[in-house]
């Protein structure tokens, strides 16, 4: 179903559901994760929007993330007593009330005002992972006191000392929990991004102030009020050090160089970082082992959202792979196109431990802020709950390959 603008206009099941929830009215239509997308789409200036929605080339590893969870249906149990059920996992010796949480989106601040510390907050009260990106416009160690717990993400510099000063900080910050993100040696092709007006630093110009203008509630109540409380946005968490500005050429500088990254990085991080060491992006089962190899304590399976190799698989259908792979040595995580409860436990049922969502929670954050991510946390963490209570289950750990059929190809 799409948003509506109004909730309940004209639909008397949607007014009745509105009143009920107490919600402020923009939420009050929004009833799953998808129907973030369509508030997000109004509300933003359209490079903005493009950029979060947007993925590499012909959108195939996008739709593929999506068209995954179709691979299998569900084979319920009945009569199985699940009022007692619980939804609770374990990662790294840390219990979470549910097993999906906030993937890293890059510089939410420009689209959700103070929005890593809006993300990582809302997980927090819900009992749910975030991990806060490096490609981030607020100083990490905001972030951490904000929200202790959150994890946090780096992308490599390509030289050594500045990857020593990165960790020496992230672990000073207060992480206990650090991802490096692997799949991204060079930047991708978003044409999507060129034909919307994005780039990377963004360039001023008159079309993205129109693109501005005709989105007042974002100019004033992201952007004028970023600029007026807390000046020009730079990327701050690359390096040991301050970034460059957003509206900077440099900036473009200090995110390339990463093309001779190899295993011996992680390594040589795996040898300065104490706390679990997780690596995201990792789609081969032998990857997976080298992963493991360098002493990581976890992988996330995922595509980086169809933004990076355009027609590379969508993660659920190597999971399995992976998870035999792995062999219960780490944890294994999954990301990608997961917007519903029962995505989430079609995942868990094939050996994830978690799963992560970007885009949804940023779109909410964007739309609500801070109320906006809560109920979003909320709406999937009721359709997990409710998906297990009509699997017949009690536990996540009840949940094996065998409550899936695979549909036939
Ligand atoms: C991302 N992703 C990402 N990943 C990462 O490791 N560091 C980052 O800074 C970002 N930045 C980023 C920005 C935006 C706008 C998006 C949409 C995604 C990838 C992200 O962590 C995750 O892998 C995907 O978003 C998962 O797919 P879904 O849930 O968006 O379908």
């Given amino acids: 179903m799409t948003a509506t603008r109004d909730a309940g206009a004209g639909r008397p099941e949607l007014a009745a559901y509105a ?36 993925a590499a080339e012909t959108n195939r590893s996008y739709l593929d993330n999506r068209l995954q969870f179709d691979d299998y249906a569900f084979v319920p149990h009945v009569m199985a007593d699940v009022s007692r059920r619980t939804t609770e996992t374990t990662l790294f010796g840390r219990r979470y009330r549910m097993p999906f949480g906030i993937a890293p989106v890059g510089i939410s601040a420009i689209s959700a005002y103070r ?48 990857l020593d000063g990165l960790i020496a900080r992230v672990a000073q910050a ?63 968490n690359s390096f040991a050090t301050r970034g460059a500005p957003m509206f900077s050429v440099s900036a473009l500088r200090d995110t390339t160089g990463r093309e001779h990254l190899n295993w011996a990085h992680i390594r040589r991080i795996r040898r300065q970082w104490q706390g679990p060491l997780v690596v995201k992006g990792i789609l081969h089962p032998r990857d997976a082992q080298a992963a493991l190899d360098c002493g990581a304590d976890g992988i996330v399976v995922s595509n980086h959202g169809g933004r990076q190799l355009d027609g590379a698989v969508a993660p659920l259908r190597v999971l399995p792979r992976i998870v035999d792979a792995v062999g219960g040595r780490a944890t294994v995580m999954m990301d990608g196109g997961v917007r519903r409860g029962a995505d989430v436990l079609k995942a868990v049922a094939l050996g994830a431990a978690c799963v992560f969502a970007g885009r949804p929670f940023m779109y909410a954050a964007a739309v609500g802020g801070r109320e906006g991510v809560d109920h979003a946390l909320k709406l999937l963490g009721d359709e997990v709950s409710r998906n297990l209570a009509m699997l017949g289950l009690d536990s996540l750990d009840a949940l094996s390959p065998d409550c899936l059929q695979a549909r036939p190809r």
């Fill in 19 to 54: 009143a009920a929830t107490g919600l402020p009215r923009r939420l009050r239509g929004l009833l799953c994760l998808d129907d973030f997308e369509a508030a997000a789409r109004r509300h933003l200036p359209r490079p903005l929007f493009g950029y979060i929605a947007g």
């Fill in 174 to 236: 207060g992480f206990q929990t650090l991802v490096v993100t692997v799949d991204l040696p060079v930047w991708a092709n978003r044409e999507n991004n060129v034909r919307t007006g994005f780039s990377m630093p963004l360039r001023p110009s008159l079309r993205l102030a129109w693109d501005g203008l005709v989105r007042p509630r974002w100019l004033l109540g992201t952007f004028a009020r970023t600029l007026l409380r807390h000046g020009m946005p730079h990327f701050e």
């Fill in 115 to 162: 929005g890593d510390i809006v993300l990582a907050q809302a997980a927090q009260a819900a009992g749910v992972p975030a991990v806060m990106s490096g490609t981030s416009l607020i100083r990490m160690e905001e972030v951490a006191a904000a929200a202790p717990g959150t994890w946090f993400q780096a992308y490599l510099p390509g030289d050594d000392s500045k």
